[in-house]
């Protein structure tokens, strides 16, 4: 069974817009993060954002905010003013907490953001 | 800014051979792991390594993948024989000292196996 959906697998979006990123996930482990990740097309993986799930308050980095609804099992990614290098594929991944220490990330499909000047 | 860093960049082979990717994870960092990523395709995690011994490991990572961490500072995956399959990029990843749910893993650039 899929633990992490990203159901968008392209969005485009003009400069300067909000733009909204799917992620919903599956897990019966009540303790768990949600991660998200930023592969540009040169490849590497850059960390953007994290959400624990006994977090109170979503979370915010700076221009990235996460949208963390645990009820609907959905952590999606708010990107606010959007820029030209914000151009890239978007990861969400989840790491589960009962299984020790060396939890591994499970990723979702990407979605592939486009921004338009 | 300390990071993972990952040998080579591009490596190309012919299938049946054997290839070793190496990575330098960030020093003090307890965890270590790989994950492969097929063109257009989502990360899939292939093993964990912690205290000097697998973690855990994927359906994928078979009897043809090893992993050692042979010195203390470098941490190595090796393919025995190299299938058209394998075709990926190959990341490695670590994970400081806490075993606690939020702290990130940092990926290492990358290592793009092509095998002809």
């Given at each position: 069974?899929?633990?992490?959906?990203q159901t968008q697998p392209g969005m485009f979006v003009q400069e300067k817009e909000a733009v909204?990123?799917?992620?919903t996930y599956d897990t019966?482990?009540?303790?768990?993060?949600?991660f998200w990740y930023k592969q540009p097309s040169s490849g590497e993986m850059i960390f953007l954002i994290y959400q624990g799930s006994y977090d109170q308050q979503n979370a915010t980095e700076g221009r990235y905010s996460l949208n963390f609804q645990k009820a609907r099992k959905s952590a999606n990614l708010v990107i606010s003013a959007s820029q030209l290098g914000d151009s890239a594929m978007y990861f969400c991944a989840m790491r589960e907490g009962s299984r020790g220490?060396?939890?591994k990330l499970v990723f979702g499909q990407g979605t592939r953001l486009t921004i338009n000047p | 800014e300390p990071e993972v860093t990952q040998t080579p960049s591009h490596q190309v082979t012919q299938m049946g051979q054997e290839v070793i990717l190496r990575c330098v994870p960030i020093s003090n960092h307890l965890y270590f792991y790989w994950y492969r990523q097929i063109l257009g395709q989502?990360?899939?995690?292939?093993?964990?390594?912690?205290?000097?011994?697998?973690s855990e490991k994927s359906e994928i990572f078979d009897d043809q993948f090893s992993v050692e961490?042979?010195?203390g500072s470098n941490f190595?995956?090796?393919?025995?024989s190299t299938k058209?399959?394998?075709?990926?990029?190959?990341f490695c990843a670590s994970r400081g000292q806490s075993p606690r749910l939020n702290t990130e893993a940092f990926f290492g650039q990358g290592t793009r196996l092509t095998v002809v």
């Open positions: 069974a899929q633990k992490i959906t909204t990123l799917d992620c019966s482990d009540p303790s768990y993060g949600l220490g060396a939890q | 989502k990360v899939e995690f292939l093993v964990s390594f912690y205290n000097n011994e697998i961490r042979p010195d190595t995956l090796k393919i025995r058209l399959e394998d075709s990926a990029m190959y």
